[in-house]
Each structure stands twice: as structure tokens, then as C-alpha cells.
């Protein structure tokens, strides 16, 4: 296609009465005019329009991808805080996954104190040893007490089977019995150790759906700790304030990380905010530089064209139809752009999905509220960035042009 500074040619070629924007009752003429010529200039230079629509297409991608982040990682802090509410954490100093441990007598005599009504000692190790990193929560492998578990997990419910009763017994997380390729299996092997599979915890989105519970007593002995476990959970009587027992455990036990619902429904929040603010951050910055790309093509335009600008208002184009040619330019821009990334952020979304589901990972969860916000902010913007120059174009005298 012929750049855009053809239309004087086009015009003498055709006559001025096929683009004149005089008379009266022709509004949809003169509108039909004003989008012809604003679709010429949005494709009159390939090269510009297709790096716009590029800088576009990867704001609206970044807003979509990182969006759907955010939203999965909202989802599984909330069941997190859930799942923390009404319970007392307690650690040693140096941390999880067996780099610190408790004594499980001590930890057991808690429950003689007034207000406590269950303890529940716990060790927790990585499902996978080599595993060093994962995206999300990583999978583990949890030793409870047996008679403890429907209490602990009173709030999820069970895809099939039932909670273990036995020594030997397993329950596995959905995403665990998902990278087994068989959520009814009959067994499970850790460390060496076959468990019989006695149910599968349905789809929570939260920590339960990368883990195995196996009994304590079992973990114990499968990793040479007996006597010994990771952390505890201590859950206050009804009526008794979590954050005041939580201090009393604290004044006795100096050594240990006692850490009440409030405190840890904070980090989680503190976590989710911060990890919001960066993903979205970086996706509304791509973004934004999407829409000064179209306030910087947009003025070039305006001002390589300024002799057929001249022409259209001596034809009795005014300033507002000047003003629409250039705004509908952006206007085109900014919807086949932002179309197109929102389009690619879906197809990498569902690419991505399949595999990390395989593998029990989550990591995207798209929906149909930040997909509309995601393309209507993406929209906008870029509108916004073809403002300035539609106003500076329609402000053009002809008479100023002709003495240049």
C-alpha cells in the first residue's frame, strides 16, 4: 500500500467531490469518509504500524498473563488464610523442611495448658528431594497423627476414599494423584516405602492440593527422626483468644517461632500485595509504553501530513472531523493491538496450562472479568495516547500550511 501523503494525488486523480465534506444531510457520507481515510493512514506505513501494533499487543499480553497470576495467587492465599484461621503455628528458629526440629514430647505438653483443646505435631519434607525450585507452593509429603487429621482438615472435603487409618495408609493431594495419571490409584511410593492410596482431597486451589498426608508415626520412622518434628499446630479451646495463647507459648518457649492466625493471615496479605503490585506493575508499565507508542506514531503522522490536512479542510472538512480522522487512526490501532495480545496472552495461557498441569502445577487462572479489564484498560490508554495529536492536527490553519 501507497503511504498516506498519496491522498492529494487521490484526491486530484478521483475529484474533489468524492471527498468533499461540505453540504448538509450527509452525515453518514462524511462519516463513512472519515473512517476510509483513517483506515488508509493506520496502514500507510507498514514498517511504524506494524512495530505499534507489536508494542500493543505486548501490553495487553503482559496484562493478561500477569493478571491471571495474580488472580490464582489471590485465590490460593485465601484459602491458605483459611486454612491458618483459628490455629497456633509453632516452629523452631531455623525454619521448615528439616532444617530445624522439635521435640515432640515437649511440644505435646502444651496441651496441659488452660485454653488448649487439641496439639498437633507435625513433620513436613519436600515430596521430591531434588527438587530445589517450583513455581507456587512446592510438593511435600506431611506426617500427621492419624486420629488427628479430621481435624485438622475439617474444612476440605474428600474427592473419594477416607481419611488414613491405619499404619501404612496415604492420602494424597488432587494435584499429587493428577501427576500420578491416576486419581484413583491404589498406592504411592516415597522414599522407598509403598503406601496403600486411602482417598484423594478434592481441588482446594490451597496448600492441600500439593501435599500427602501420610501418619506421623510413619514419616517418622521413613526418615530417621523419631521423637522429633518439623512444626505444630495448637488449636485454642472456643472462646479463648488464639493471639493471647499464642504470647503465653511464646513467654515459655523462647527457642520456638510462635506465630498466631493474625500474624500469619499478614505475611500472606503482605505477600499477595507485594506480588500483585510487581506483576501488575510490570504488566500496566508494558502497557503504558503501548500507549506512548501511539502518542509518538500519532504525531509523526499528524505532522507528515499536514499538506493533507490542508486539503481536507479547503474541501470543508472541520475540526472536529479532522479531529475524528486521527482519533479513529488510533482507535484502530489500539483495537487490532490490543486484540491481538489479549489473543496471544490466551493461546500461551492454555499452551502453558496443559503441561504445568501434568506436572501438578497451577500457575495462571484466567477470568472473564480481568480479561474484559485487561483489554478495556489496554483500550483506553492507548485512546489516550491518540488524544493530543487528533487535537493538534485539527487545530491546523490551511493558510499557515500554504506559506510554508
Do not use: C
Not at 93 to 102: D, K, L, N, V
Not at 170 to 193: P, R
Amino acid at each position: 500500500m501507497k503511504p498516506f501523503a498519496s491522498l492529494e494525488s487521490m484526491i486530484l486523480r478521483s475529484g474533489a467531490s468524492e471527498f468533499s465534506f461540505g453540504g448538509v444531510g450527509q452525515d453518514s457520507s462524511k462519516t463513512r469518509l472519515v473512517w476510509t481515510l483513517a483506515w488508509k493512514g493506520a496502514f500507510s506505513l507498514k514498517f511504524r504500524t506494524w512495530l505499534t501494533l507489536i508494542g500493543l499487543a505486548m501490553g495487553t499480553f503482559a496484562l493478561t498473563t500477569f493478571g491471571s497470576m495474580v488472580v490464582h495467587f489471590h485465590k490460593m492465599a485465601s484459602r491458605f488464610e483459611n486454612y491458618a484461621e483459628g490455629k497456633i503455628f509453632i516452629r523452631d528458629r531455623s525454619g521448615f523442611f528439616g532444617a530445624g526440629a522439635i521435640e515432640k514430647d515437649e511440644l505435646l505438653t502444651l496441651s496441659q495448658m488452660a485454653g488448649v483443646k487439641e496439639v498437633i505435631p507435625m513433620i513436613v519434607a519436600r515430596l521430591h528431594s531434588r527438587e530445589l525450585m517450583a513455581f507456587g507452593l512446592p510438593q511435600i509429603v506431611l506426617g500427621v497423627p492419624k486420629e488427628k487429621l479430621p481435624e485438622l482438615f475439617k474444612d476440605t472435603p474428600l474427592l473419594w476414599g477416607s481419611w488414613p487409618e491405619n499404619s501404612g495408609d496415604s492420602l494424597l493431594g488432587i494435584d499429587v494423584a493428577e501427576e500420578q495419571g491416576n486419581l484413583h490409584s491404589s498406592s504411592f511410593t516415597y522414599a522407598g516405602k509403598k503406601f496403600r492410596v486411602s482417598g484423594v482431597m478434592a481441588r482446594t486451589d490451597g496448600p492441600e492440593d500439593h501435599q500427602v498426608t501420610v501418619p506421623l508415626s510413619d514419616l517418622e520412622k521413613l526418615l530417621g527422626r523419631e521423637g522429633l518434628v518439623s512444626y505444630g499446630v495448637v488449636i485454642p479451646k472456643p472462646g479463648e483468644s488464639a493471639s493471647a495463647l499464642a504470647q503465653l507459648i511464646g513467654n515459655k518457649h523462647s527457642n520456638w517461632d510462635v506465630l498466631p492466625p493474625t500474624l500469619v493471615s499478614q505475611g500472606i496479605r503482605g505477600s499477595e500485595r507485594l506480588w500483585g503490585a510487581l506483576t501488575m506493575g510490570v504488566g500496566f508499565l508494558t502497557v503504558l509504553i503501548g500507549g506512548i507508542g501511539i502518542l509518538t506514531v500519532m504525531m509523526m503522522a499528524v505532522r507528515e501530513r499536514i499538506r493533507e490536512i490542508a486539503i481536507l479542510k479547503v474541501l470543508g472538512a472541520s475540526r472536529s472531523q479532522i479531529f475524528l480522522l486521527f482519533l479513529f487512526e488510533a482507535f484502530i490501532l489500539s483495537l487490532l493491538g490490543s486484540v491481538a495480545g489479549l489473543l496471544l496472552g490466551m493461546v500461551f495461557i492454555l499452551g502453558v496450562s496443559h503441561p504445568l498441569a501434568r506436572q501438578g502445577m497451577v500457575l495462571f487462572e484466567p477470568t472473564t472479568l480481568l480479561i474484559f479489564l485487561s483489554f478495556f484498560l489496554a483500550l483506553v490508554l492507548s485512546l489516550l495516547g491518540g488524544l493530543y495529536p487528533a487535537f493538534y492536527g485539527a487545530k491546523i490553519k490551511p493558510a499557515d500550511v500554504l506559506r510554508t
